[in-house]
């Protein structure tokens, strides 16, 4: 027979022994030993007693179910624990030894045996693992139909490996049935209630392993019956194998889950520093451009300042030559028009006969260069009239 590792190795030893196991020490310690734990938890009451000592044949095939229900839920339960880690083929040898093993060992057992607690315990661990199976099922759906975000990253993001990655998947098929196709649901966490059941799996394998040292004890019609010790060890030994083996992988998912964390943290801080560097100098370098170009504007701003002064200082000139200009002009027009009208006046006063129209209003313009006469002399004296408007040319 073939042990991998060596917890197996005492497997391996139950299984070859060709002496009987003897109960050595009948206050071994168990994982589940306790207020809650221990033998006891397994002796039958009172009803289930036969006070002659001998059990019916449909009791003792009860018993022998009940025996290979236990084989079999360790056996369900080893799928947890980590891979070729499990001696499966002694739990299998003890198991094709229960099927064979008489009466008057199955009698014997079953004196200190209480099938119905035996049979509860079971099937809530098995109730445990069942659902935990079914819940694998359902996370590795969701998982295929799970929209994956596409980040280019030429870094692969750390995810949580270790020895018992492939459990979390594998249970689904061995218990809960043909799980979905599509990409593994990855490692998962033990529920606290599936390794719970573990424990209670464990319990009951102790419990019958502790209760079963009296009928190994015993001649029944001169048959030894330490037989049946040997293979209740050795289903107590695998059962202990895959207890150890589930709690071993939820401290090893636990180790990598912190491992892990680690790592992806290391890669955010990784990544956020390589951004934030690059920000950084994306910043700087933009600063610096915004510098020039708020510099190259001031330059612009002064330019176009300055040659606003400039035009608004000869726009001024301009218009204040054109309004002088146009003063002038105006005090011209007006001297001739007030020369012409005070010409006509004139005309319009003197007598038929006298009318002389004053050469030089021909030629003037108003300005000071060529200015205009003064048509109407002030009267002399008084009483003015028609006759008397200042003198002639």
């Known amino acids: 027979m073939k042990c991998q590792l060596t917890i197996t190795a005492v497997v391996c030893l139950a299984a070859g022994l060709t002496q009987p196991l003897q109960a050595q020490n009948p206050k071994r310690i168990s994982r589940t030993s306790g207020p809650a734990g221990g033998a006891a938890g397994l002796v039958p009451t009172q009803a289930e007693t036969n006070p002659s000592g001998q059990y019916s044949a449909q009791d003792l095939e009860d018993l022998r179910a009940l025996l290979l229900k236990l084989g079999d839920t360790v056996e369900q339960f080893a799928i947890l624990a980590p891979p070729d880690s499990v001696d499966l083929d002694s739990l299998h040898q003890a198991e094709s030894q229960i099927r064979q093993m008489p009466y008057q060992q199955l009698n014997a057992l079953r004196k200190g045996l209480s099938p119905s607690k035996i049979n509860s315990r079971l099937q809530r661990a098995r109730d445990q693992i069942k659902g935990y199976a079914d819940q694998r099922v359902q996370a590795k ?20 490996s270790g020895l018992c990655d492939p459990i979390g998947n594998a249970v689904a098929s061995a218990i809960g049935g043909t799980a979905p196709g599509g990409s593994t649901a ?7 209630g599936v390794i719970l059941a573990a ?12 209760l079963a040292q009296d009928a190994c004890k015993q001649d029944v019609l001169g048959e030894n019956t330490s037989l049946a010790c040997t293979v209740v060890d050795i289903v107590w030994i695998v059962a202990e194998a895959v207890d150890e083996g589930i709690h071993f992988c939820d401290d090893d998912l636990t180790g990598n889950v912190i491992d892990t964390n680690y790592a992806r943290l290391d890669d955010v801080h990784s990544d956020l520093y390589a951004i934030g560097t690059a920000v950084d100098t994306h910043l700087t370098n933009a600063n610096t451009d915004i510098d020039t170009k708020i510099a190259a504007l001031d330059t612009h701003v002064t330019n176009v300042d300055n040659h606003i002064q400039t035009e608004f200082a000869t726009l001024t000139t301009v218009v204040t030559t054109a309004i002088a200009n146009l003063s002038a002009q105006l005090g011209a027009a007006t001297n001739l028009t007030v020369a012409d009208l005070q010409q006509i006046m004139k005309l319009d006063m003197t007598p038929e006969g006298q009318r002389v129209l004053i050469p030089s209003i021909l030629t003037c313009d108003g300005t000071a260069a060529h200015p205009c006469p003064k048509p109407l002399a002030a009267c002399q004296g008084t009483g003015c009239s028609w006759n008397n408007v200042g003198p002639l040319p």
């Open 141 to 160: 759906a969701a998982s295929a139909r799970k929209i994956s975000p596409m980040l280019a990253d030429p870094n692969p993001f750390p995810v949580v």
């Open 186 to 192: 990855g490692p998962a966490r033990i529920p606290v």
């Open 199 to 210: 424990d209670i799996v464990l319990f009951v394998a102790d419990s019958v392993r502790e």
